[in-house]
């Protein structure tokens, strides 16, 4: 397809350097993936070309109203249509060093470097970058550093780019938090730990019923490094939630769990690659969906693990909730281990509420809403009960109930 | 005093397939009433159409329960309404604590009946208080409902219910089906100490010996979807010594 016609229009940004022209020349000859790619067999994104794009431009950011559930003690940066309110950056806590990384070539080619390989918006958001975003993090940084994303112009695509860095032995709390009413949010993350070092991790894609949220993640665990993460995707049009890990040291640990809600025509992607290129590691990935009206689901996870990556320990299980006789979910779990002696268990289910269990409860006299209510919350609770930080396990526990109420009583 | 339930010329289909075929029954307040039959009688589908289960299908009769239909009412209608099934085999929820269910099952009713929400102190003190009578502890009642509960904490599980919601009709599915004699008298006491002039029962069963326990004022025995023979407690013990052969043909 000719670059003039792709969306979005990249026609004003000027001329870029390094890791960005790289990504530029890559996005001009790929572009969005068509139906005939494998990985987008479930998710179609052929609705953004047909959209009239351009990204945001530089007017100063506006203030981002902060979500009621926030951790009380957590410091917040935000981008508004993209682009970083960098007031915010002075309030980051010692230990934790902030940059731009607009001209930063050295940190764009790390960014290059960790971020899923072929993957549209690693070419388009490193090309298009509205925000680029540096965290170097040394010591224990315990006030949750929070990165919320608003925004209001539906002509726009917003390619925050975020780079977080974690020292030898550091660890800290980092949530996105995105809640924007764009065309296109693409958000762009990349997340190196070195040996030792621990990250917990929460992302909330709660953006507006109007927006397409594409977002790509790389990360990267050392030796005995550990990454909790989880991912609660709720709002927006299309979704897709794309996390690329890879285990390049022994003992690392890496949790990546996640919960899909989706009503309406909504669809909801997560879908993950995780690459256990060191033994002696161990991943887990939990992920629930709840689909009502005709919203779709899909869940694509791939557990590689390479040939000498012996005593990988690596489980991952599925499990879609469907409400309604239209919603659709789909799965693809995927397991290419070269090793021999490894543990690896992945699991899919797609189901519906359980007339029985229903019965039992409406039986004592709880009406029929609270009934399906109760079980869904049941059914969603143990995926909530893996996230190790308290701080984010309550950001996330009122997306869900607000989710609940807000129409699961059908 | 109206009668607390009438069962008149009832007729009720699983599927296409005919099961119940023309019950009459009447129990009065404060009546402990048996239905004893053989398997395959329609025992439990009555249990099913008593609380409004889908896909059990009245197709003929009437269901009145102090003086209004059932018929038209859902399964937490009826249950609000003061109707109640201890089930065969209580449902496992698991992800569902104890305590929230329970309190729920309680606040559904006293809303219906435009009372507050209870105190939630109030409200585990009562439930202790019952549980203890029960031999339920508080590990169980901390538990997920019925998740890894035995066969027979399952059934005091109900009964514990039961005495929480207080209903006006108590159905008994089976309650004795898996129950060893040490079990069975603790579910039977449980019973027994919510008998009153207000609370009546129905208590189905295929053996004799939980009639032991929870002594009926009247039995009826179910064959082939209809009530063949109604009778004192007597009753039960004469088909304990004949069996049920011969029953359909009494009709």
């Not at chain 1, 682009?83 to 050295?106: H, K, W």
């Not at chain 1, 709880?366 to 059914?379: N, Q």
């Not at chain 1, 984010?392 to 109930?401: E, F, G, I, S």
Request: proline share 4%; net charge negative.
């Amino acid at each position: 397809m000719p670059g003039s016609m792709m969306q979005p229009d990249l026609g004003q940004i000027g001329a870029l350097q390094g890791a960005r022209a790289a990504a530029m020349a890559r996005w001009q000859s790929n572009g969005w993936p068509d139906h005939r790619a494998e990985a987008w067999r479930f998710t179609r994104l052929s609705a953004i070309d047909k959209m009239e794009l351009r990204p945001a431009g530089d007017a100063g950011p506006m203030a981002v109203s902060r979500p009621t559930s926030l951790p009380a003690n957590a410091v917040v940066l935000t981008f508004h249509n993209g682009i970083m309110d960098t007031a915010g950056l002075d309030a980051l806590p010692a230990g934790v060093t902030a940059s731009t990384l607009d001209g930063n070539e050295a940190s764009l080619d790390d960014l290059a470097g960790l971020v899923p390989v072929g993957h549209p918006v690693s070419n388009l958001s490193l090309a298009a970058m509205t925000g680029g975003l540096c965290l170097d993090i040394v010591g224990d940084i315990a006030a949750p550093i929070i990165l919320l994303f608003g925004g209001d112009d539906n002509a726009i695509s917003t390619h925050p780019v975020v780079l977080v860095k974690l020292a030898s032995g550091a660890s800290a709390v980092v949530g996105e938090w995105h809640q924007a009413a764009v065309g296109l949010s693409a958000p762009l993350v990349a997340i190196d730990l070195a040996a030792g070092a621990t990250l917990d991790y929460a992302k909330v894609q709660f953006d507006s019923r109007s927006t397409t949220h594409v977002a790509a993640t790389g990360l990267r665990l050392g030796t005995g490094a550990r990454f909790d993460g989880f991912q609660l995707s709720v709002g927006g049009k299309l979704a897709r939630l794309e996390t690329h890990v890879t285990l390049t040291g022994e003992d690392a640990d890496c949790t990546l769990s996640a919960i899909y809600l989706g009503r309406n025509s909504q669809h909801h992607d997560i879908t993950s690659n995780m690459a256990h290129n060191k033994g002696h590691c161990h991943s887990s990935q939990i992920i629930r969906g709840v689909l009502d009206d005709s919203a779709r689901g899909v869940f694509q996870g791939k557990v590689y693990v390479a040939p000498d990556a012996q005593k990988t320990d690596g489980n991952q299980m599925s499990r879609a909730l469907l409400l309604s006789r239209k919603a659709e979910a789909n799965t693809k779990p995927e397991l290419e281990i070269y090793a021999d002696d490894v543990l690896c268990a992945h699991g899919a289910t797609v189901g519906e509420l359980d007339e029985t269990q229903l019965f039992y409860l409406t039986s004592r006299g709880i009406r029929p809403e609270t009934a399906r209510a109760m079980l869904i919350d049941a059914f969603l609770q143990d995926a909530i009960d893996g996230i190790g930080n308290a701080d984010l396990a309550a950001m996330l526990r009122p997306v869900v109930d607000q989710w609940m109420t807000a129409g699961g009583n059908r | 005093m109206a009668p607390l339930l009438e069962i008149k010329d009832l007729h009720a289909s699983v599927g296409d397939k005919p099961i119940l075929k023309g019950i009459n029954l009447t129990i009065n307040h404060g009546e402990i009433h048996a239905i004893m039959g053989p398997n395959g009688s329609g025992k439990s589908t009555m249990s099913y159409v008593l609380a409004g289960r889908e896909g059990y299908e009245v197709t003929g009769g009437d269901i009145v329960m102090n003086g209004e239909s059932l018929l038209e009412m859902e399964a937490d209608e009826r249950a609000r309404a003061g109707m109640f099934l201890a089930f065969q085999y209580p449902v496992e929820l698991p992800g569902v604590g104890g305590m929230g269910f329970l309190r729920a099952a309680v606040n559904a009713r006293r809303l219906e009946a435009g009372e507050a929400e209870i105190d939630q102190l109030e409200f585990v003190k009562m439930v202790r208080a019952k549980a203890a009578g029960l031999g339920i502890n508080d590990d169980m009642l901390k538990r997920a409902v019925n998740v890894g509960f035995s066969g027979g904490e399952k059934k005091r599980y109900e009964i514990l219910q039961m005495a929480l919601l207080e209903p006006a009709l108590s159905v008994l599915d089976e309650t004795d089906s898996g129950l060893d004699v040490d079990a069975l008298k603790i579910v039977s006491d449980g019973v027994n100490m919510l008998r009153d002039a207000q609370r009546s029962m129905l208590v189905i069963t295929h053996y004799q010996r939980l009639l032991n326990h929870i002594v009926p004022d009247f039995v009826h025995i179910l064959a082939d979807g209809k009530i063949r023979r109604s009778g004192g407690k007597e009753l039960a013990l004469e088909v304990e010594e004949s069996g049920y052969a011969g029953i359909d043909d009494a009709a």
